[in-house]
C-alpha cells in the first residue's frame, strides 16, 4: 500500500488528508445525528403529561430545553406560548432555524470533498501524463520503465480519488436526508403543540395530539 501512495506522487498527499477528513465528518455526524437524540419520539408525550398534570413550570421547561434539540424547539414555543399563536410560531422557527443549521454542520465540507476529490485525481492524471510526455522527449520511446512511471502515476491518483469522492458522496446523501427526515419530524412535533396550546387540537388518551 506504502509503494502504491509512494508511486502516485505528491498530488496523493492532499488525497489523503481528504479521505482523513471526509471519514471524521461521516463518522462524526452519523453519531451527532441519531434521531433519537435530536428529536425523541416521545418527548411531546411527556410535555402533554406535564401539562395534564399541572407541572409545566420553569424547571420542567429548562429540563426540556437541555434535553435535545427539538426539546428546545419546544421550550421556545411555550415560553412564548401567551404571546399568541403568530408569536409563538416565530419564536419556534427562529430556534428551529438554528438547531437545523448545528445539524447540518460540516455537511458542506463533507459535499466539497465528495467533488474536488475526483478533481484531484483527475490533476494528478494530468500530472503523470505531462511527465511521460517529458520523458518521451528526453529519451524517446524506447524507455518503458520511464514511462511506465507516469502513467501508474495518473492511473493511481485517478482510483484514489474515486476512491475518497464516492463514499463520501453516499456518506453525504445519507446525512442529508436524515437531517431532512429529522426537520419534517420537529415540525410536525412543533405543529402538534402550537395547535393545542391555541385550542385547535385536544391532547387524547394515549398521549398524543388528535
Keep these: 500500500m506504502l509503494e502504491i501512495i509512494q508511486s502516485g506522487g505528491w498530488m496523493m498527499v ?11 465528518i461521516t463518522v462524526e455526524r452519523f453519531w451527532t445525528l441519531r434521531p433519537q437524540q435530536i428529536a425523541p419520539n416521545d418527548l411531546l408525550a411527556r410535555v402533554w403529561g406535564w401539562m395534564k398534570n ?11 430545553r437541555g434535553s435535545s434539540p427539538l426539546g428546545r ?4 414555543g411555550l415560553l412564548n406560548s401567551r ?18 443549521h448545528e445539524m447540518e454542520r460540516y455537511l458542506n465540507a463533507l ?6 476529490a475526483p478533481l484531484m485525481g483527475l490533476l494528478g492524471t494530468v500530472i503523470g501524463m505531462i511527465k511521460v510526455f517529458s520523458e518521451i522527449v528526453i529519451a524517446g520511446t524506447g524507455q518503458a520503465n520511464l514511462l511506465a512511471g507516469g502513467i501508474s ?7 484514489a480519488g474515486m476512491v475518497v469522492a464516492i ?11 436524515r437531517v431532512d427526515e429529522v426537520v419534517v419530524f420537529m415540525e410536525q412535533e412543533a405543529i402538534k403543540l402550537v395547535d393545542v396550546l391555541h385550542g ?8 398524543e395530539a388528535a
Design 167 to 177: 463514499p463520501a458522496l453516499i456518506a453525504h446523501r445519507m446525512l442529508q436526508r
Design 153 to 159: 502515476e495518473a492511473l493511481i491518483t485517478t482510483a
Design 200 to 207: 385547535e387540537r385536544e391532547v387524547v388518551d394515549n398521549d
Design 83 to 100: 404571546h399568541g399563536r403568530t408569536i409563538m410560531k416565530e419564536s419556534i422557527e427562529e430556534v428551529a432555524s438554528h438547531e437545523v
Design 54 to 64: 399541572n407541572q409545566l413550570d420553569s424547571s420542567r421547561i429548562k429540563e426540556l
Design 73 to 76: 424547539v419546544l421550550a421556545a
Design 14 to 24: 492532499p488525497i489523503i488528508i481528504s479521505s482523513i477528513l471526509a471519514l471524521a
Design 111 to 116: 459535499g466539497t470533498i465528495a467533488a474536488v
